[in-house]
Structure formats: C-alpha cells, structure tokens
C-alpha cells in the first residue's frame, strides 16, 4: 500500500479555532505566546489540572484536542510533548498573562531533556494518506455535497488528501470503461449505489475499500458501510403514532434520482404492515410544491384520510404546510405529522414540527474516520455503522392540541 512519510517538526502552523473547547483553547493560546521549542515537556497533568482548577479528566479532555489538532504527543507514563509550534496571534499574547497567572508561570516542566523529547518526535511519523472517493456527491444535491465536505475537511485535518471521481454524467450515461480504477491510492470511499458498477472498474488487487449510503429505504449488501439509517426513522415515526393511539397513518415519500421508488414502495408498505395499522395511505411525489399540494390535498379530502403522515424529507414540507393552510387543518390537533429533516435545515415557520433529524456532518466525518481506522488499523477494525436519527418532539406529531 503506498504511503508518504513525511516527519513534521521545523515549521509554524495556524491553528484554526474549530470547535476546541474553552480549556483546549486557553492551553493553546499559552502554547502560542510562550517561547518554546519542539518537543519540550508539559508540566504534569495532574499539576496543571490542580492550577487551572479544573478536574483531571477535563484537562485531559483538553489535551486529547490538541493532539488530535496535531500541537502536542502525549506518551503514556512519560508526558506531553510539544509536537508543532503554533503562530503566535493578537488573541494569544492577550491570553498569555492570564494563562501564565492561572498555571503559576509556564506550561512547561522545568526540567527538560532534550534527548528524550527528540526520540518521542522521531517516533511519531506522520503517515499522509491519499484517498479516492467514487459517486457523484459532488454534481448533486445540496446534502451530499455536504457530506463531501465534512468528508474532505475531515481528511484533511488529519494531513491526508481525497480526490473525487465521478462514476456518471449528466443523463445517467457511465463515466468509465471496466478496469479504469487502479491501486494509487490507501483507500476508496464508494457511494454504495454505485458499488456494483465502481467494483467492475477494479484491478484484481487493490486498496481498501469503504461504501457510503446517505440514506435510502433500498440496501445495498456491501460491507463495510457507513449508511443514514432512514428505515429506523419511518419505524420510529410509525411506532410513534401508535403508541399514541393513532393506527390510521399515511407517508409522504420524496422521489429523486438515484432512488428506487418501486423499493422505496414497497419499504413504506412493509414497515406499516409490520406494525399491523388499521389503514394506509402512501404516496410519492418530487419536491415540485404545486405537486406536494396537489397530494396532500387530495389525501385530506379523501372521505377516509389518515390521521396521522409521515413526511420523509422536510424537502416536502412547504407544500404540506400550504395545503394545510388551504384545508384549514391543524397540525397537532386534526392530524399529527412527524418529519424526516437534516441537521441545519429551517423548518417552515407557524408550526412546532415533530422530526428526526439526521445530521450529515457527523455522518461524513464518521465515513472519513472509519476509512483511516480501516487503512490504519486493518481488517481488525471493519465494521459496518449506521447514522440514527435524533428525536425532536414537537407538538404535531399528536391529536391532543
């Protein structure tokens, strides 16, 4: 498996701040404004815990970060060692004396050896993978381009680069010829609809290889995977309204290339005859909002509607929401509703809506740190991972308004 080596230790590095937290950001500011030298030693933890007043396993929280940011190596049973030197910033200088006033002076031991500090750098190589990621996240919806993101920026906080391919183009025709894809690379991330036609473009020996699902009712039997489990959200929404009371229940499906809608049909059908419900409604449409309309309305003048649906994707919302309007119908008190969405997306105002959310930057930086524990670790750590959705009641997902 080709790999780079390269040892990072004579150079300044910006630190963005990220999302360290307050602790991870004090230490590093007096990293930044204090004079020091690569692979000096860090006073103790449970020294600096004590003068910082917080407990050891927050500071240790805290220095995990800064270790994953690549500033410090921290060695079981000999200490934290200064790995990069970060740039000195306005803000930092500003924090030194506040930090230097907490800690009692400096951050580091006052006895150091140099010798041992070099041998703990020298060990700590660092590996810059080349990954390649297969699909089209990057030529289609907004989600996935935001799964791309998260994936990229996540390979690239660790030192590690990631090319994209397309599979397609534009009116569904193959990108590629059989045997196109060679083994230049440490890793492959597979959008999983893609699997069966990316494994023909392979060489018989190649690197590993990692499939994505970002969410569908339809599997795709590959291992391993990190899929968005929207089958648990629809049995979630469903058991939900059972327990309720409400076993009248219709779902309101999303159709979309790249989804199978007959399978995604024929998923909504099963999870509501498992759950034994007295009636079902379903129905697909595209995010057209005169389409959403149309469907919802028909559904509520139905003389035998549900009294409960199930939106898929809050793509679809608007049009819900209006034909709700239209109908003068309440939702939360003549119908309950419950919603798929995705973490950051806004919700059509006038409503509290009940939904699941996914959210689809956890979800990319969960593929990119599975892939490197693949790469890094081997088969030992192979493992297939699904993305739950997080509940969000709200006071439409009843009838008790």
């Known amino acids: 498996m080709p790999s780079t080596k390269t040892t990072r230790s004579h150079q300044a590095i910006r630190v963005e701040a990220g999302s360290r937290s307050a602790l991870a950001e004090k230490l590093l500011h007096g990293l930044q404004a204090e004079a020091s030298s690569l692979g000096m030693r860090l006073k103790p933890e449970s020294e600096l815990a004590a003068a910082l007043g917080v407990k050891l396993r927050t500071l240790r929280l805290a220095l995990r970060e800064l270790e994953r940011d690549g500033i410090v190596i921290r060695r079981r049973g000999s200490g934290t060692y200064l790995r990069r030197l970060p740039e000195a910033t306005v803000e930092s200088t500003q924090a030194e004396a506040m930090v230097r006033q907490a800690i009692g002076g400096s951050l580091f031991a006052e006895n150091q050896n140099p010798e041992v500090g070099s041998r703990v750098l020298a060990s700590q ?9 297969w699909g089209n996240l990057h030529c289609t919806t907004s989600c996935n381009q935001a799964i791309l993101s998260s994936i990229s920026a996540e390979l690239s906080h660790h030192g590690h680069r990631l090319s994209v391919h397309s599979l397609g183009k534009p009116g569904g025709e193959l990108a590629l010829n059989p045997g196109t894809v060679g083994k230049d690379c440490d890793g492959y991330i597979v959008a ?8 023909t473009l392979l060489e018989k020996e190649h690197a590993p290889i990692l499939y994505f699902h970002p969410g569908s009712l339809t599997h795709v039997e590959r291992d391993p995977m990190v899929l968005i489990d929207t089958a648990e ?3 979630r929404a469903i058991n939900d309204f059972i327990k309720r009371g409400i076993r009248k229940v219709g779902v309101l499906g999303l ?14 059908h099963f999870a509501m005859s498992r759950a034994d419900l007295d009636y079902r409604w379903v129905h697909q449409c595209n995010e057209e909002l005169s389409e959403v309309i149309d469907a919802v309305l028909e559904m509520l003048e139905s003389p035998d509607r549900p009294d409960a649906l199930y939106v898929t994707d809050n793509v679809l919302l ?6 709700l309007r239209a109908a003068k119908v309440i939702p ?5 509703i419950i919603t798929h969405n995705n973490k950051g997306e806004v919700l059509p105002r006038g409503y509290d809506w009940s939904s699941l959310e996914f959210n689809l930057d956890v979800f990319g930086r969960l593929i990119a740190r599975q892939m490197l524990a693949i790469v890094e670790d081997g088969k030992s750590v192979e493992a297939s991972l699904a993305i739950h959705p997080v509940w969000h ?3 439409t997902r009843s009838l008790e308004y």
Do not use: M
């Open 125 to 133: 190589d660092v590996k810059n993978f080349v990954f390649e990621l």
């Open 192 to 199: 999983a609809g893609w699997a069966e036609y990316f494994e």
């Open 233 to 235: 959200a629809v049995r």
């Open 255 to 268: 159709l979309g290339s790249g989804r199978d809608p007959d399978a995604e049909l024929d998923a909504y």
């Open 318 to 323: 608007p049009g819900v929401a209006q034909a």
């Open 332 to 336: 939360g008190k003549d119908i309950a």
């Open 393 to 395: 009641p709200g006071i």
